[in-house]
């Protein structure tokens, strides 16, 4: 058992090798993707958007 309660054992295998539980969790994880705003429309709100992390001139 790990020490911090955040931590997962260093042996544990997710029962089905996936983010979501089953297709319900899977199907409110796709509706709240669609609902997402866009890096311009958090701009409009006085938001912080992602920072860039990947930019063309580090692909040269």
Do not use: C, I, W
Not at 10 to 37: I, V, Y
């Amino acid at each position: 058992m790990s020490k911090n309660k955040h931590e997962l054992d260093k042996n544990f295998e997710p029962e089905n090798g996936s983010m979501a539980h089953d297709m319900e969790e899977m199907k409110q994880l796709g509706k709240q993707m669609d609902m997402l705003r866009t890096n311009e429309e958090l701009k409009e709100d006085k938001k912080q958007p992602d920072p860039v992390q990947y930019k063309k001139q580090d692909k040269e």
